[in-house]
């Protein structure tokens, strides 16, 4: 009785910690609604790919992953949470569809990393790797997209698609490497609870 009653305890905070970290990604979406100077170059900022690398560095591969999946399945089911309040099963026609995918496989890959090698060294290459991921495949389905069945900008090519990327990427450097730090020292704080 004991070890099924320890076994629920272990699903329920589980599910805590997953419902947080898709709560958190509904936030950084739109993280700008509620600090409206977090622009770059008078391009929003969205949080999203920090908290997908968080939730797999903390909660780990599975459980991350499982977090990203929820906050993906929110979003298809309708509710507005990706990025400019939008959601429906619809978005998975956007071209920015690929980078919500992305979080992940994101999560998965940051957490597979962690769970191997546990140093800070490595929590910050995992976030990098993560990011990097977040990108190849974020932009290889927008340029999907838009030359197959979304309406293409004149001149559209791949290194089009990439030139649009270089903006927001120092930011996302920078957001990796701190997410790199930030999980470290967490995970340290944390070890007491079930969240491997």
């Known amino acids: 009785m004991e070890t099924v009653s320890k076994a629920q305890s272990w699903r329920t905070v589980d599910m805590v910690y997953s419902?947080?970290?898709?709560?958190?990604?509904?936030?950084?979406?739109?993280?700008?609604a509620f600090a409206p100077f977090l622009t770059v170059g008078g391009v929003p900022i969205t949080l999203q790919t920090f908290?997908?690398?968080?939730?797999?560095?903390?909660?780990?591969?599975?459980?991350?992953a499982i977090a990203c999946t929820v906050y993906m399945l929110i979003?298809?089911?309708?509710?507005?949470?990706?990025?400019?309040?939008?959601g429906g099963f619809s978005m998975i026609l956007a071209p920015t569809f690929g980078f919500i995918v992305s979080f992940i496989l994101c999560a998965?890959?940051?957490?597979?990393i962690v769970e191997r090698f546990k140093t800070r060294k490595f929590y910050i290459i995992a976030a990098l790797v993560a990011t990097?991921?977040?990108?190849?495949?974020?932009?290889?389905?927008?340029y999907f997209a838009y030359k197959n069945w979304?309406?293409?900008?004149?001149?559209?090519?791949?290194?089009?698609?990439?030139?649009?990327?270089?903006?927001?990427?120092?930011?996302?450097?920078?957001?990796?490497?701190?997410?790199?730090?930030?999980?470290?020292?967490?995970?340290?704080?944390?070890?007491?609870?079930?969240?491997?």
């Open 51 to 64: 908290f997908a690398i968080l939730a797999g560095l903390i909660l780990g591969s599975k459980k991350g």
């Open 75 to 86: 979003g298809l089911a309708g509710a507005p949470v990706f990025a400019g309040f939008k």
């Open 150 to 196: 979304f309406a293409a900008p004149e001149g559209f090519s791949y290194s089009m698609a990439w030139l649009w990327m270089i903006p927001p990427m120092p930011k996302d450097i920078v957001l990796a490497i701190f997410a790199g730090i930030l999980a470290y020292r967490l995970q340290k704080a944390l070890k007491i609870l079930p969240i491997k």
């Open 19 to 32: 419902a947080i970290f898709a709560t958190l990604m509904m936030i950084g979406a739109n993280i700008t």
């Open 132 to 142: 990097i991921i977040n990108y190849l495949f974020g932009t290889n389905w927008m």
């Open 108 to 112: 998965f890959v940051a957490g597979l």
